[in-house]
């Protein structure tokens, strides 16, 4: 028969066990990078600290999200298709419509003809901005001024469609979650 002394001892050896076998596994799985975090945005987040301030360029629409885009030199079909969805999802914001500005930034470059069509708000950025948007990415912008997500280019039409509906949701999560703007 066991003693009462040897078994409180695996007692105690088996607690230990239950708390520590939980924190080892954790450790060995973030370590290894076997987990993948819940992150729910579809949009690339940027590095903190890039804002109009820190370019120094001047907020265009001060204390509201945007939704920026730089018109390239000559705006071909994959360029119209990136104006329309900008139009169309703004426009599926809803009641958050008020909220959040579509601006297309204009270089002394840009095909002006393909706003023609479009009701967008437009601004001329700088070169440190014009830079950055040259990869004809969409950036959302906080009511800060801090670029905070980006989406880069497609060229699929079903690929841009499935982006402008990634922009709707973040926005929309965004949105819910600001008290500002």
Known sequence: MNSPQKNGKKILLLL???????????KVILSFELYNGGATNKGELLNVGINYQ???????????????????????????????????????????????HTIIMLNEHSDLAALETFDFVTATPNLALSKLLNNQEFIIVDPLGSMVMSYPITTDHQAQIMQGKAIIADLRKMLKLSRIG
């Open 16 to 26: 230990c066990l239950a708390f520590a076998i939980p924190v080892i596994a954790a």
């Open 54 to 100: 820190s370019l120094d360029m001047p907020n265009p629409q001060p204390q509201e999200w945007q939704l920026i885009y730089q018109l390239p030199t000559i705006c071909d079909n994959t360029c119209k298709d990136r104006l329309y969805i900008l139009q169309q999802s703004h426009t599926a914001l809803g009641r958050n419509q008020d909220r959040v």
